[in-house]
Structure formats: structure tokens, C-alpha cells
């Protein structure tokens, strides 16, 4: 059975740093595409960040440039998240998620999820 497990998140302050682990289990984790998502109250689920298992290639949406930084640890079946000067904006449950081939940012285009970690930022 699939399973993604999120850690690292918490409380931050403005301007401040955290760096966010999903560690999948029962899957073989070089072959997939991963990606974060986060999603804030009452907002839809958004994209945050993918990497790409065959190359390293590192996808990230606008407003992440430059502040997050995705990479894999394939021999730790590990994905992590390094997000730098954070904004009170940032402020959502974080998603860890999967896919064979990465081809957008649609949330559907992924499975399976983690269960979501909360990751707050005080100004």
C-alpha cells in the first residue's frame, strides 16, 4: 500500500524559514514524479512545487519562486521542501503528492496524497 507522509511543518515567523519531508512507503519512489501543494482555508487546493524523477527538473509556481526550493533524496525515498522568507500568505495545510509523469499542476493529475501537514506564518 501507497503511502506519503508529510513532516516538518509548524508555526514560523515572517521572513523566516522551514523545510518541510515526505517520505513515501510502498512504492517504488525513483519512478515518480513528486510534488507539494498547499491549500489555505476556504481556497482551492493550489500548486506549489514538483521535481521530476528522470531528470532532477524542478517545476515551481509564481509566487514560490525564488523563496522555496524543492529536492529528492531517492535512496531516502524522500522529498523535501526548503521554503525561505516566508509570508503570512503562505499559511495552509501542505500536501506531499505523486505522479508517473508530471504534465501540470491539476491536483486530479495526482495520486497518491499524504494527509497534510499545517504550516503557519506570523507577521
Known amino acids: 500500500q501507497v503511502q506519503l507522509v508529510e513532516s516538518g511543518g509548524g508555526l514560523a515567523q515572517a521572513g523566516g524559514s522551514l523545510r518541510l519531508s515526505c517520505t513515501a512507503s510502498g512504492v517504488t519512489f525513483g519512478r515518480y514524479d513528486m510534488a507539494w501543494f498547499r491549500q489555505a482555508p476556504g481556497k482551492d487546493r493550489e500548486f506549489v512545487a514538483a521535481?521530476?524523477?528522470?531528470?532532477?527538473?524542478?517545476h515551481y509556481a509564481d509566487f514560490v519562486k525564488g523563496r522555496f526550493t524543492i529536492s529528492r533524496e531517492d535512496a531516502k525515498n524522500t522529498v523535501n521542501l526548503q521554503m525561505n522568507s516566508l509570508k503570512p500568505e503562505d499559511t495552509a495545510l501542505y500536501y506531499c503528492?505523486?505522479?508517473?509523469?508530471?504534465?501540470?499542476?491539476?491536483?486530479?493529475?495526482?495520486?497518491?496524497w499524504g494527509r497534510g501537514i499545517q504550516v503557519t506564518v506570523s507577521s
Open positions: 521535481v521530476s524523477w528522470s531528470d532532477g527538473n524542478a
Open positions: 503528492a505523486a505522479t508517473r509523469v508530471f504534465l501540470g499542476t491539476t491536483p486530479s493529475d495526482f495520486a497518491p
